[in-house]
Every structure is written in C-alpha cells, then in structure tokens.
C-alpha cells in the first residue's frame, strides 16, 4: 500500500462521508440557501439599481429585487462553506492529531480536506445556480456558478483556517458569520451608496465581481475567479502552517534500541528510538 | 558497563523531566526507566501530572526541560477516548491502519473479539456507549502491535468481565517482552503490576508491590 495516495483517499473518503452524515450541514446547505435567496426576492423592491462593475469598467443595472438574490445566494454559499468547514475542522482536530502522533502523513491529510472542501463548494455553486435560476434571469451560467465556487473555497479555506486556529467552538462561529456579513454588506451595490476604496483585499472580492458581471451583464472577469482560489490557496496553507506548529514532534530521531523481541501476531512500523533533549533553562 | 546495558535495553528512559502550566509546576525531576517485558503503573491523586507525564513521554507535549528516549513503535490510549463522533468504528481503524503503516486489519478484528465490540463495527462512534468508546481508544493503541503501550486510565468505563480481559491481554502482551505503562487509580489493581510509581510532588517514587 503506497502511503501518500492510500492517505489522500481514505481521509476525503472519511470527510465526505462525515459531511454527509452531518444534519446540520446538510440541513443549512438544503433549506438555508433557497431560504435566505426567498427572503431577498420577497423584501427587496423592483426598482432598478445601477452599480460599477471595477473589474468590468462599467456599470451594470439591473432590479433591486434580482442584485439581492445574487448578493444573498453569495452570502449563503459563504456562510455555509465556512460554517460547515469549520465544524468538520474542529471537530475533527483532536483526532486528526492522534492520527499525526501515529504516523499519518501530514500534507495528504490536509490535500484531502481541500480537495472535500472544493468538492463541497462545486456541489454548492451547482445547486445555488439552480435555485437562482428559478427566480433571475442570469445572463451567463458558467461564470456564474465558478463565482459562487470561488466564494465556497474562499471560505471554504477560512473555515479550515479557523478550525484549525481557534480553541473555542463559538469563537469560530463567530468568526465565520462576522466576516461573511462585513464582506457581503460592504460589496452589496444595493446598500453601498458611497465609494469604497481596499475592497480587493476582501476575501468575497473576486467572487463577487465575476458572479454579478456573469448575471447582469454579458461580460465575464475570469482573472477576478484567481482571487478566490489565492485566498483559498493561503488559507489552506496557514491551515497547514497551524496544524504543523500545533503537531510537530518535538522529538529527533536518535539509535536504534536493541533487545526487542519480534511482534506477536502483527508487524508494527519499523523500529526506531526516538529522543527528545530538551535542556532549556527555565 | 552496567548502565549503558541498561540505557540501551530501556523501552522508554524518562530523565530529569520537568514541566510548568503556567506558574503551576506539575513535574518536577521526573525519573522513569522501563525495560522491555514490564508492566509498570503510575499512580498518584487526581491533578498530580500522571497525564502530563504520559503525554510527554509519547512526545505530545514538550517538557520545559529533561530528556525523554524511546525504543521502538508507541500505542498510547489518552485518558478521554479521542474519537470522531462523524466516523464509523471500521473508518476509524482504516485510518489508524493507513497511518501505522499496517498491511492489514487482522490484529485489529482480534482485538475487537477479545474486548468484545466485534459486531459494532459499522455503526458511528457517536451511537456507542461510553465504555464501547473506551474500548476502540484501547484499541487503537494496541493494533500495530507497538513494542511500548502507554495507557493513561485505559479501562475507563469497561464492566467487569472486559476489565479483566483487559488485564489478561495486558499480562500476555508483558510475557511477549511488550512494555506497558499504565496510570491507575485503582488499588485493587496493583498486584497486576511489576513496578508501581507513586507519582508525588512532580517527581516518581517507587513503591511497593504485592507480587
């Protein structure tokens, strides 16, 4: 059995299937998304709205109505990503460090729960693209579905992040609900009445420009879907920072040990005396 | 000469281990040495660093200062079952099994039969009680077949007869030249043991045995 591919495979397999056995998530990814679209559709007007588009250099309009189901659709995919993300990160933490401890290898570990996260993120942005199809006349479906996508992996990697940074369970949830509403009210072209400058550095940037140019308009910004998969990418990778820091063995490989009689019924891994010289002064 | 025989033959040589929470110093010089085929228990009151101890010793923790070697591969059973509610019993073994490095899972389906949870295998770790809980945390310190366990309370939960399989199944690993540290809190368990280290103001002592 080769290691790395053995590893990758049987950790997304468990993941998945633990996503899957979770309610909550598929409760908030089933009812949640269409629920907070519905709202949108019921509680803004039909006036038309009219905003720039940075990453088009032009302004698109369309009804109030039609932006807020987009903004929302956006906003939910985020929300749950990052939430359900976060729950599976934590949860899983402490027996993902026993894992560790035992020998599992660290970076298909961590492959896998990215590679889940995308999974879940690209069954997300379908399923969202289905529901808004019932309600606005979207202009482009593709990009449209890689931008809500790219908001599942943007906070997909935050809630990965988090799990793995965070020592309280509401602490995360906090977290995860805080930055998706500063992210989407700020971006919101029907509530944003002023210019506002940095908005690039926020995580829903990309995502968000290139899901309402694929809507409103027949342009389609595909660098701005880059931006997504960077804060996916860097998440990911402080993830991985956080979890190494977290488990490094603080042990070196020292001799070998003689003397030590050959398994009963099974072989273990290979034999090796493991040191650890801490002579620190307090 | 005799202490280089006997500093190669140790499964696990604990020296001089000291470890602070804080400005709570809980170890404090801490000595341990234990050779190959010895089943060795660490007693002590509750908050005293038995824990502390065992987790430093399989290289969870770091110690502030002292030096800790081990031979060999490690099981190490934690004091609270560490398990993922989200996962059946047999992912949790396919897990373990990808991470020891293990061909198969024959060793494990034995010790299923031995502690007695054979047929829980498909179900979610979530369902089970807290004793069968307990019972696959054993497990999966025992299933590579380590050459040291360090088990920290690790019948927490087990009735009576799985308490003395537990027992029995530690007596033969011991008389397969395994070496197994277990924190106890019981005395009626301690003629089980070949060395007792009462664990007492951050330092271990030893302590006589009844066998």
Redesign the interface.
């Given at each position: 059995m080769r290691p790395y591919p053995a590893a990758f495979a049987e950790m997304l397999h468990c993941t998945l299937l633990g996503q899957l056995r979770n309610r909550m998530a598929l409760l908030l990814a089933v009812a949640f998304i269409p629920g907070w679209i519905a709202v949108a559709r019921l509680c803004a007007s039909d006036r038309e709205v009219r905003f720039p588009l940075d990453s088009l250099g032009t302004e698109a309009a369309a009804q109030a109505s039609h932006v807020s189901q987009v903004v929302n659709a956006l906003a939910a995919v985020t929300l749950v990503t990052g939430f359900v993300t976060f729950m599976e990160t934590f949860k899983a933490g402490e027996v993902d460090r026993r894992l560790l401890l035992a020998g599992y290898p660290r970076v298909p570990m961590l492959l896998a729960k990215v590679t889940a996260v995308a999974l879940i993120a690209a069954l997300l942005a379908l399923y969202t693209v289905a529901v808004l199809g019932t309600s606005v006349s979207v202009r482009q479906l593709g990009p449209l579905a890689l931008g809500l996508c790219g908001a599942g992996l943007a906070y997909g990697g935050i809630g990965l992040l988090l799990g793995s940074l965070v020592r309280g369970e509401l602490e995360g949830f906090f977290l995860v609900i805080m930055l998706s509403l500063v992210d989407t009210g700020l971006q919101n072209p029907v509530f944003t009445v002023v210019d506002l400058s940095g908005l690039e550095v926020l995580p829903l940037y990309g995502a968000n420009q290139l899901t309402l140019a694929a809507a409103f308009t027949s342009g389609a910004p595909w660098s701005h879907s880059l931006l997504s998969l960077a804060w996916a990418a860097a998440t990911s990778a402080a993830a991985l920072l956080v979890f190494h820091v977290r488990t490094r063995s603080h042990c070196a490989v020292g001799a070998a040990a003689t003397g030590v009689p050959a398994p009963v019924t099974a072989a273990g891994p290979p034999e090796a005396a493991v040191r650890a010289s801490l002579r620190r002064s307090r | 000469m005799p202490s280089e025989v006997t500093q190669?033959?140790?499964?696990l040589r604990i020296e001089g281990v000291?470890k602070?929470y804080g400005r709570r110093q809980v170890l404090c010089g801490a000595d341990l040495d234990v050779p190959?085929?010895a089943l060795v228990g660490v007693v002590g009151e509750n908050g005293a660093g038995k824990s502390t101890l065992l987790r430093i010793a399989?290289?969870?923790?770091?110690?502030?200062?002292?030096?800790?070697?081990?031979?060999?591969?490690v099981g190490?059973c934690?004091q609270q079952a560490?398990?993922?509610?989200?996962?059946t019993v047999l992912?949790?073994l396919?897990?373990?099994q990808?991470?020891?490095?293990?061909?198969?899972l024959?060793?494990a389906h034995?010790l299923m039969d031995v502690l007695g949870f054979a047929h829980c295998g498909r179900r979610?770790t979530g369902e089970l009680s807290g004793g069968t809980q307990q019972k696959l945390n054993l497990l999966?310190a025992l299933?590579?077949?380590?050459?040291l366990l360090v088990l920290d309370e690790p019948y927490q939960g087990f009735d009576w007869d799985t308490h003395q399989r537990f027992w029995a199944l530690a007596a033969?690993?011991r008389d397969?030249?395994?070496s197994i540290v277990v924190v106890s809190h019981l005395l009626h368990d301690l003629h089980h043991f070949d060395a007792v280290r009462h664990l007492r103001e951050g330092r271990l002592e030893t302590e006589e045995t009844a066998r």
């Open positions: - | 190669r033959q140790s499964r000291w602070a190959p085929g399989v290289g969870q923790l770091t110690p502030d200062r002292g030096t800790v070697v081990r031979a060999g591969a190490y934690p560490v398990l993922n509610e989200s996962f992912q949790h396919r897990l373990f990808v991470a020891y490095r293990l061909p198969s024959a060793r034995e979610r999966i299933m590579h077949d380590p050459q033969r690993l397969a030249g395994r």
